[in-house]
């Protein structure tokens, strides 16, 4: 298997033979790295009317289009890094002819050179990856040197809100979002047995809470 390259010069592997073709097919939902730079600023005209949200590491896309479903009032833009997994809620977009959905094919390092400053309105993280050993902290999306970005991208009272199982990456989380002054409006450790309301469930939640771990959440503003 060949490795291929994307923008920051990070290696994802697991490309697979099919998936060249069947990105094709999803063109009309898909959006690459190269070239997302033009889209600054001017992601409103893509969408009219609608408030713009984003999912970082949207995986399969379980979330994402169920929200789309619930709320056509808004639009969903999805980052996802891997190909072969972005691929997925690309075709349920075109499936369920959602004109809601923008699946971007690319690395969220790169997310303020391709939206305007406050150009996004919420922001999910759901179940991302915990990086558990200590010298790879910086790699957890929600580290600190990520959250001074979202506070740019979401600008004054934009949400981002957070989902885990993973107790360690939830404390630290929280531990972030003070360091950099964030806000927690909401917060749970057993979220499926709180109040909060839970829209829709992603892949990882389902799996993971079927195991009976609890669903940690947070919902911060900068
Ligand atoms: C553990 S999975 C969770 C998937 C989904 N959000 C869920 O809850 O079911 C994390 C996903 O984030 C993607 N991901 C991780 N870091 C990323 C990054 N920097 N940019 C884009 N996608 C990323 C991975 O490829 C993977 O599909």
Redesign the pocket.
Known sequence: MKPFFVKGGKVRLRKKPWIETAMDEVRDKTLFDNGLETMKGHWQELFPDKSLTLE????KG??IIGMAELHPEKAFIA????HD?AFYPARKALEKKLNNVRVLLA???GILEWFEEGEIKELYL????PWPKARHAKRR?THRRFLEMYRKLLGKGGKLRFKTDNRGLFDFSMEEFAAVGAKVLRYSTDLHNSNIDNEVQ????ERFSAKGNKICFAEVEF
Do not use: P, R
């Not at 970082?56 to 995986?59: A, K």
């Not at 980052?79 to 891997?82: D, P």
């Not at 759901?126 to 990856?129: A, C, E, R, T, W």
């Open positions: 970082i590491g949207c995986g379980k979330f980052v996802e890094f891997q997994i690395d969220a390092q759901n179940f991302s990856d999306l992603t892949e990882y939640e």
